[in-house]
């Protein structure tokens, strides 16, 4: 039987970064990019941890632990079915990454970072969305920058930062 190579699986690419700093603009097009989907991890918030941050207060750890392990179950079973994924996550701590990633070389972070000038500049802007800019200045202090990841600026428009993730993390 002649040799036929293993088809390598796709990576979950985790954008992580504070509020405001474009994970769900620049996931949308990295994910379309790559031909793969597209998901936002505000999505796996409760309704209680969304009406809290409405109100411009900050998630304690008891308030995250439900949404992080819901999103862990769901990376898990991409994993398991071999689905290559964007998904948009805070992910501001390092414990949060490893429950995650739970191990698995797949899961590639990467950090958005950005001034917190630009960063509040554009929660001042945003419309429709539940998180309270006054939050923001929480959110730069909980940030745990990880060390062994991606990290890209977000000053470039979006399409620039989507390549220079494809380049670095060595993408199709």
């Given amino acids: 039987m002649p040799y036929q190579p293993k088809a390598i699986p796709s990576p979950v690419i985790i954008l992580m970064g504070v509020s405001g700093v474009g994970k769900t603009t620049i996931g949308q097009q990295l994910a379309q990019q790559l031909g793969i989907s597209f998901f936002d991890g505000d999505d796996f918030h409760s309704p209680a941890n ?35 994924a964007v998904v948009a996550c805070s992910a501001l701590k390092a414990a949060y990454r490893q429950q995650l990633s739970n191990g698995s070389d797949r899961v590639r972070f990467v950090l958005l970072t950005g001034s917190y000038e630009l960063i509040q500049q554009r929660l001042n802007l945003r419309q429709g969305h539940f998180m309270a800019a006054s939050l923001l200045a929480s959110q730069f202090e909980a940030l745990e920058a990880p060390t062994d990841s991606l ?8 399409e620039v930062i989507v390549q220079t993730i494809v380049e670095h993390l060595k993408l199709p």
């Fill in 50 to 84: 969304i009406a809290k941050m409405r109100r411009g207060e900050p998630l304690t750890e008891r308030d995250r632990a439900p949404w992080i392990e819901a999103l862990q179950k769901f990376l898990q079973t991409l994993l398991v079915k071999n689905q290559g």
């Fill in 151 to 158: 990290v890209v600026e977000v000053d470039p428009p979006p």
